[in-house]
């Protein structure tokens, strides 16, 4: 009766090991199935940031700008104390990115303003995948506030620079903001004359109060019948 009685406990105990191993496996690949997935337009996203900034890139090497820009700048303290001083420029770039930085950011970008709309963004500069995705959000509220919803998403659209605006400085000079969106998107075919015909408009506010006569104003209800 002893026998029987040790060997139905070893049965029992060896049933609930499997039972709780099978368990075991089970909830690991529950698990990894409940892992998401990454959209495709999110994983093209990535790979059109990766054709333009490679990942995995050495660390930058200090240039000779960054020697000149500390030159005369004291190495050590009132002191005596040695003073490190690394520029924020040496080292890591703002565009060294992880694939799962960048899946992020864009995922964030298209809850704001659909995938089909972030993906044209990212494809037109692809940069704005290294900005802050924090700040999305944020500036997106404060331009709703002044423009709209669909007008903001407009805006971004036409310049995704934008999306470097910290959500403290979104309300600033609004104006410009909406304005030079139409610039930006007119001046884009045009590749590296585009800026410079940009800073050339930023001189419109002077020549306007120098002359009194307005330029903007016509310029712009010209871009909005393009546009």
Same mark, same amino acid.
């Given at each position: 009766?002893?026998?029987?009685?040790?060997?139905?406990?070893?049965?029992?105990?060896?049933?609930?090991?499997?039972?709780?191993?099978?368990?075991?496996?089970?909830?690991?690949?529950?698990?990894?199935?409940?892992?998401?997935?990454?959209?495709?337009?999110?994983?093209?996203?990535?790979?059109?940031?990766?054709?333009?900034?490679?990942?995995?890139?050495?660390?930058?090497?200090?240039?000779?700008?960054?020697?000149?820009?500390?030159?005369?700048?004291?190495?050590?303290?009132?002191?005596?104390?040695?003073?490190?001083?690394?520029?924020?420029?040496?080292?890591?770039?703002?565009?060294?990115?992880?694939? #799962?930085?960048? $899946?992020?950011? =864009?995922?964030?970008?298209?809850?704001?303003? /659909? !995938? *089909?709309?972030?993906? %044209? +963004? &990212?494809?037109?500069?692809?940069?704005?995948?290294?900005?802050?995705? #924090?700040?999305? $959000?944020?500036? =997106?509220?404060?331009?709703?506030?002044?423009? /709209? !919803? *669909?007008?903001?998403? %407009? +805006? &971004?659209?036409?310049?995704?620079?934008?999306?470097?605006?910290?959500?403290?400085?979104?309300?600033?000079?609004?104006?410009?903001?909406?304005?030079?969106?139409?610039?930006?998107?007119?001046?884009?075919?045009?590749?590296?004359?585009?800026?410079?015909?940009?800073?050339?408009?930023?001189?419109?506010?002077?020549?306007?109060?120098?002359?009194?006569?307005?330029?903007?104003?016509?310029?712009?209800?010209?871009?909005?019948?393009?546009?």
């Amino acid at each position: 009766m002893m026998m029987n009685t040790n060997a139905t406990r070893s049965i029992v105990l060896l049933l609930s090991c499997l039972v709780a191993a099978t368990n075991g496996y089970f909830q690991k690949s529950a698990g990894k199935k409940a892992a998401p997935k990454n959209s495709v337009l999110t994983q093209e996203a990535v790979e059109v940031y990766g054709a333009k900034y490679s990942y995995g890139r050495s660390p930058r090497q200090e240039s000779v700008w960054d020697s000149v820009s500390r030159f005369g700048v004291p190495t050590t303290d009132i002191d005596g104390t040695k003073v490190l001083r690394k520029t924020e420029s040496s080292g890591k770039r703002i565009t060294d990115k992880t694939e #799962a930085d960048v $899946a992020a950011a =864009f995922n964030k970008l298209a809850a704001i303003y /659909g !995938e *089909e709309r972030a993906i %044209d +963004m &990212v494809k037109i500069f692809p940069i704005c995948m290294s900005f802050d995705p #924090a700040s999305f $959000a944020g500036s =997106f509220d404060v331009w709703t506030e002044v423009f /709209g !919803e *669909e007008e903001s998403k %407009d +805006m &971004v659209s036409r310049n995704p620079g934008l999306l470097a605006v910290k959500p403290k400085d979104a309300g600033k000079n609004t104006d410009n903001t909406m304005a030079f969106s139409y610039i930006v998107a007119a001046t884009r075919p045009i590749g590296i004359l585009g800026p410079i015909g940009i800073g050339s408009l930023l001189s419109i506010p002077v020549i306007e109060g120098t002359t009194g006569i307005a330029i903007k104003a016509p310029f712009f209800e010209a871009l909005h019948s393009v546009f």
